[in-house]
């Protein structure tokens, strides 16, 4: 069952808890790809050094995390990287998750021509195991950026609550953000192979 606007609309760190274990689907023109999240970073905003609207700051590409939660939120990085984020809170509070990991579930044949990746060579387990990789799998990219996930082509089931299983650590890659670098908001679901590195 796709979760409603309702989920995504409370506090960002409750709801990057609570999508660990939930199903992340793209309807692509391809076919249907989906994968269990494992993996996820809070950004908490205007005051949080590591967050793209930190103090405020609002440039045309990113006006979807200034939206309502349930707003997808994707940024380049280089080259064809790409990071999915879901946008929280309520409008006008520019806080989202970042999707760090997933657990492949439907279209592995489609995730791998996408990363161009030979699973008979044992490499499952690197196929969604980091932000840029699981885009790239799940054919994810700043074409999608501000789409409502509570529509049908890029959105969230609900999936196995695994809040018992998951541990907090400090997020990763963010060391500009000085004290805030040291937060506790990656969480992830422990033992699981998917999770990135």
Same mark, same amino acid.
């Given at each position: 069952?796709?979760?409603?606007?309702?989920?995504?609309?409370?506090?960002?760190?409750?709801?990057?808890?609570?999508? $660990?274990?939930?199903? &992340?689907?793209?309807?692509?023109?391809?076919?249907?790809?989906?994968? /269990?999240?494992? =993996?996820?970073?809070?950004?908490?905003?205007? +005051?949080?050094?590591?967050?793209?609207?930190?103090?405020? /700051?609002?440039?045309?590409?990113?006006?979807?995390?200034?939206?309502? *939660?349930?707003?997808?939120?994707?940024?380049?990085?280089?080259?064809?990287?790409? !990071? #999915? +984020?879901?946008?929280? =809170?309520?409008?006008?509070?520019?806080?989202?998750? $970042?999707?760090?990991?997933?657990?492949?579930?439907?279209? $592995?044949?489609?995730?791998?021509?996408?990363?161009?990746?030979?699973?008979?060579?044992?490499? &499952?387990?690197? &196929?969604?195991?980091?932000?840029?990789? &699981? !885009?790239?799998?799940?054919?994810?990219?700043?074409? $999608? +950026?501000?789409?409502?996930?509570?529509?049908?082509?890029?959105?969230?089931?609900?999936?196995?609550?695994?809040?018992?299983?998951?541990?907090?650590?400090?997020?990763?890659?963010?060391?500009?953000?000085?004290?805030?670098?040291?937060?506790?908001?990656?969480?992830?679901?422990? *033992?699981?192979? #998917?999770?990135?590195?």
């Amino acid at each position: 069952m796709k979760v409603e606007r309702s989920f995504y609309e409370r506090e960002t760190l409750i709801v990057a808890k609570d999508l $660990l274990g939930c199903i &992340l689907v793209h309807k692509s023109k391809d076919g249907e790809i989906s994968g /269990r999240i494992v =993996e996820t970073e809070a950004y908490l905003g205007i +005051n949080d050094k590591a967050a793209h609207s930190y103090s405020g /700051r609002h440039t045309p590409r990113m006006d979807p995390l200034y939206q309502k *939660g349930g707003f997808a939120y994707i940024y380049q990085l280089h080259g064809y990287n790409y !990071c #999915f +984020n879901v946008v929280t =809170e309520k409008a006008e509070v520019p806080q989202a998750v $970042l999707i760090r990991a997933l657990e492949p579930l439907v279209g $592995l044949e489609l995730m791998t021509q996408h990363r161009s990746i030979d699973l008979s060579l044992g490499k &499952l387990k690197n &196929l969604t195991n980091g932000p840029s990789k &699981l !885009c790239q799998a799940l054919d994810i990219d700043t074409s $999608l +950026n501000g789409i409502d996930l509570c529509e049908d082509e890029l959105f969230i089931t609900k999936g196995d609550d695994l809040k018992t299983q998951f541990m907090a650590t400090p997020r990763i890659n963010i060391n500009y953000a000085e004290e805030d670098k040291d937060k506790p908001w990656r969480f992830l679901i422990k *033992g699981n192979e #998917f999770v990135s590195h």
